[in-house]
């Protein structure tokens, strides 16, 4: 969502047209996803004709999605000085000021948005991440559908309702919600988990597996992300192999050097799919973003040698086997998992409640399982 048009008068200077050129290879470098090229020709036009809102707008958009929040803020508020009623600059200063925290803030720019331009779909998706955020959840709910009514994408809006309303809940989440999420959560995971969340997931599984006192074959570390399991899991293993969706999650583990592969790929369909087979198989904090877990304990029998270990934790669910949260986070029941696990040919050979992380500063309740796969 970008200004496409930078006009001007009959008779415009040498220095106009050439601004006028920047403009439009701007234009079309961003809707080609050449983002450093089109913010290097807005920043060029900008130069020679200075204070234009169009020009402002557009380099403040570039700049947001280049990850460059504040410089994008600053650049989209120079715009609404020179016209306030600018929806889209309107639009792009409410995303910048939501990714500085400043919530409030962000969701008048919304509102005022969108009284100006009712059409705008990613406006009503974001007035209602952030109404959600501030617990009004009846108004949020209203804004993913208006967001749904203006192009929206359907799946991923009706999975954010689901969230909020408990009604047609998804099995699992749009694929898109997760690969995007963690796309963009990578840089700065591991200190925001551990540091910000407190975050331990990966030491209590690793901390079972020791009292096993067994040295495994080769072990599959599912959702590895950015690879926190790695360390703690390798002197244990001959041979790991880390899995996740994300491309980026699945360069930074790659980069520690601990794990002999790591494989971008849905975990189910890896397990459907993989030649391999495992004596360990583990998945730190993974099934919070999986849903329902029938076809991952198929593909855990299909993949886990007789004899081997399966351990995991999950977000504690007291009222539903599988319940979506408000946090678009899945919990899942102690009575689920055994169930499963008796189904699927696994027996539990240690279970304990501890929390899985913080949020807002409170305890997130979780079960952890240690699991064995029956011998034939």
């Not at 919530?103 to 406006?123: E, F, I, T």
């Not at 690969?179 to 407190?198: I, P, R, S």
């Not at 369909?269 to 004596?279: E, G, K, M, N």
């Amino acid at each position: 969502m970008i200004a496409a048009t930078f006009f001007g008068s009959i008779g415009m200077s040498g220095t106009f047209e050439q601004a006028r050129d920047f403009f439009i290879e701007g234009v079309a470098h961003y809707q080609a996803g050449r983002l450093t090229d089109a913010e290097r020709s807005f920043a060029a036009s900008l130069a020679l004709v200075p204070g234009r809102a169009s020009t402002l707008t557009n380099l403040g958009a570039v700049r947001l999605k280049l990850g460059k929040v504040q410089e994008a803020a600053d650049l989209l508020e120079e715009a609404l000085k020179q016209e306030p009623d600018n929806a889209e600059a309107l639009g792009h200063r409410a995303t910048a000021l939501a990714e500085l925290g400043q919530h409030k803030d962000a969701l008048n720019c919304a509102d005022r948005a969108l009284a100006l331009n009712p059409a705008l779909g990613p406006v009503w998706s974001l007035r209602g991440e952030l109404l959600k955020d501030l617990g009004r959840y009846d108004e949020a709910a209203t804004s993913f559908e208006n967001a749904i009514a203006h192009g929206g994408d359907p799946q991923l809006h009706r999975y954010y309702l689901a969230s909020l309303t408990g009604r047609d809940v998804p099995a699992k989440p749009p694929r898109q919600y997760v690969e995007t999420l963690f796309d963009h959560y990578a840089e700065g995971f591991d200190e925001h988990l551990v540091q910000v969340l407190h975050y331990r997931a990966p030491q209590v599984l690793a901390e079972g597996l020791k009292r096993m006192k067994r040295r495994f074959t080769r072990a599959l570390d599912l959702g590895c992300g950015t690879g926190l399991c790695g360390p703690l899991v390798k002197p244990m293993a001959g041979a790991l192999v880390g899995v996740d969706l994300s491309a980026t999650m699945v360069e930074r583990a790659a980069s520690l050097g601990v794990y002999d592969e790591v494989v971008q790929s849905d975990v189910v369909s890896y397990l459907q799919a993989t030649p391999h087979r495992f004596d360990l198989m583990l998945a730190a904090d993974v099934f919070i973003y999986v849903g329902a877990l029938e076809d991952v304990f198929a593909g855990a029998a299909r993949v886990i040698e007789p004899g081997g270990a399966f351990c995991f934790s999950v977000e504690a669910s007291t009222s539903e086997d599988v319940a979506l949260q408000r946090s678009l986070r899945y919990a899942h029941s102690r009575g689920y998992i055994e169930g499963l696990a008796a189904k699927y040919g696994f027996d539990i050979t240690a279970m304990t409640e501890q929390p899985i992380r913080e949020d807002q500063l409170l305890p997130i309740p979780g079960l952890y399982f240690w699991l064995e796969r029956t011998p034939s």
